[in-house]
């Protein structure tokens, strides 16, 4: 790994210029992204979906069992890989259920 030093201004110029560029695109998500994200799911969407926590989606993303995609710090997921999923994770669920029973 390298370490760089840079500048506090040189650093402020940078976040400025990230700034701008989130700023950009949440406004080109206005205008143009309603059309498509409505068919997308949130996580909380997922999670009453999947019968999940928060924490459970979290690690199915991590893992990489399910897709997703990232816009402004906010989570979605097409339908169509929740939906993949579903069988998956109904039998974690069920073999959490068969251990618990045979504590």
Not at 52 to 76: C, E, F, P, V, W
Not at 83 to 98: C, M
Request: net charge positive; hydrophobic share 35%; aromatic share 8%.
């Amino acid at each position: 790994m390298e370490i760089v030093n840079i500048s506090a201004e040189t650093f402020e110029k940078m976040l400025s210029k990230f700034e701008d560029f989130a700023s950009r695109m949440e406004y080109l998500l206005r205008l143009h992204g309603d059309r498509d994200l409505k068919e997308w799911l949130d996580n909380q969407e997922v999670c009453q979906l999947l019968n999940i926590s928060k924490r459970t989606l979290q690690t199915l993303r991590d893992n990489g069992t399910l897709a997703y995609t990232q816009i402004s710090h906010k989570m979605y997921y097409k339908p169509e890989d929740v939906e993949r999923i579903i069988p998956v994770v109904r039998e974690k669920q069920k073999q959490a259920n068969f251990k618990r029973k045979q504590i």
